[in-house]
């Protein structure tokens, strides 16, 4: 099962629930948070992988606690034209997305793999990863 990328955005009347716990507590979902800017008595919003059977059920719920929940829409892509294959970003890419490809030594990327931490965007000394919205 693949896990989908959503972005939830809180109110500052929900911040303080514990509904992220809910989501693997009822639904038995699996997730990642991949960013997060969530303060008690504040707005919040939460960039997270998720993934389970009840997937749908537990975006059920969140819509029901009020909060927002909507597709995420930002991902890399590597520019084949600027990319001279270096290296840099490999070293630095913690979930093996970004790899050289043998023989050919050219550097490879796998969208799939990619949990957008962006460590690849500031490391690029030619700037050949680009934000796509």
């Given at each position: 099962?693949?896990?989908?990328?959503?972005?939830?955005r809180f109110?500052?009347d929900?911040?303080?629930k514990?509904?992220?716990?809910?989501l693997v507590?009822?639904?038995?979902l699996?997730?990642?948070?991949?960013?997060?800017n969530?303060?008690?008595?504040?707005?919040?919003?939460v960039?997270?992988?998720?993934t389970?059977d009840?997937y749908?059920?537990g975006l059920?719920?969140?819509?029901e606690?009020?909060?927002?929940?909507q597709?995420?829409?930002?991902?890399?892509?590597?520019?084949t034209?600027?990319c001279?294959?270096?290296?840099?970003?490999?070293a630095?890419?913690?979930?093996g997305?970004?790899?050289?490809e043998?023989?050919s030594?050219?550097?490879?990327?796998?969208d799939?793999?990619?949990?957008?931490?962006?460590?690849?965007v500031?490391?690029?000394?030619?700037?050949?990863?680009?934000?796509?919205?």
């Open positions: 099962m693949t896990a989908k990328k959503i972005v939830l109110s500052k929900n911040t303080y514990p509904l992220i716990y809910r507590k009822d639904y038995d699996v997730f990642n948070i991949i960013k997060a969530v303060n008690p008595d504040s707005e919040g919003t960039v997270l992988e998720l389970g009840k749908e059920e059920q719920f969140l819509n606690q009020g909060v927002i929940v597709q995420f829409a930002e991902q890399l892509a590597r520019n034209e600027t001279t294959s270096c290296g840099a970003c490999t630095h890419c913690p979930t997305a970004l790899y050289i043998r023989p030594m050219e550097v490879e990327f796998v799939d793999k990619c949990v957008l931490c962006m460590i690849c500031k490391v690029c000394p030619v700037k050949a990863m680009e934000v796509k919205f």
